[in-house]
């Protein structure tokens, strides 16, 4: 049988293409204005990836914020089951699930697959990867680079603001202050960081744990996290996909 997950997230959306439980392709593009036409998009690059078209496709799953708007889906399920059956998938030692995407950030405890319990922080952009992406603005760097240049930092600075529109003034007057760059670049890290334990001390912590979702990518995110749950984080060899495999698992 083959299926298709399609995670329609804020910043992108993902597709995963499955045939007899494997994976034979995967697309992420942005998500831009467009949920629906961006979840079309992703669909039709993930069968052109996959050598296929839509001839024999079984069932179609969305997740993922805007998972209504993919009006070709044949159901949908919450990104919080995707990601849990997804990460079982993949690592299936698994117990808890550090997910940092680019509107949201999750924490998910599970068993076997399934969901436990979990703690979500969708109403605020501090602790999501678009808190990454403003400051890192404000530091005129990409958000690759701010990972790989924290890492340089023997020094982090303080991040005192939750909000992410005060940090990033923050950023303006600790660059007007002269500290250095690498060490703001640890101190924003070191600041979102703080806000995903907020979530994972309340539900408490079970190994092992992986980290999956865009921010999963940056180097100094996964070290600055090793360092402070004093862990070894598992890392799905592709961070972004596990919404959108965990819907084509269960199609």
Do not use: W
């Amino acid at each position: 049988m083959i299926s298709i997950g399609i995670d329609s997230g804020a910043a992108t959306t993902k597709a995963v293409v499955l045939c007899e439980n494997k994976i034979t392709g995967y697309a992420i593009i942005p998500t831009g204005f467009d949920f629906r036409k961006a979840g079309e998009a992703a669909y039709q690059e993930v069968l052109s990836k996959s050598g296929m078209d839509e001839t024999g496709i079984g069932k179609i799953l969305a997740t993922g914020y805007g998972r209504s708007s993919i009006g070709f889906a044949d159901k949908t399920i919450s990104e919080i089951t995707a990601h849990a059956r997804g990460v079982c998938y993949l690592i299936p030692a698994a117990h808890t699930i550090i997910d940092i995407g680019g509107q949201d950030s999750k924490v998910i405890s599970m068993e076997n697959g399934k969901v436990v319990d979990f703690l979500m922080n969708d109403r605020c952009a501090a602790g999501t990867g678009k808190f990454l992406e403003y400051t890192a603005k404000a530091l005129e760097i990409s958000l690759d680079e701010l990972g790989t240049l924290a890492q340089l930092s023997k020094n982090p600075a303080k991040i005192s603001s939750m909000c992410t529109v005060f940090a990033e003034s923050e950023v303006v007057s600790l660059r007007a202050q002269q500290v250095k760059k690498e060490d703001i670049a640890a101190g924003l890290i070191e600041s979102i960081i703080q806000r995903t334990i907020v979530m994972v001390k309340k539900l408490g912590i079970k190994p092992d744990v992986a980290f999956v979702g865009g921010v999963a990518k940056n180097p100094g995110i996964v070290k600055t996290l090793e360092k402070v749950l004093d862990i070894k984080i598992k890392l799905p060899e592709e961070p972004q996909i596990t919404g959108a495999l965990g819907a084509a698992l269960l199609a």
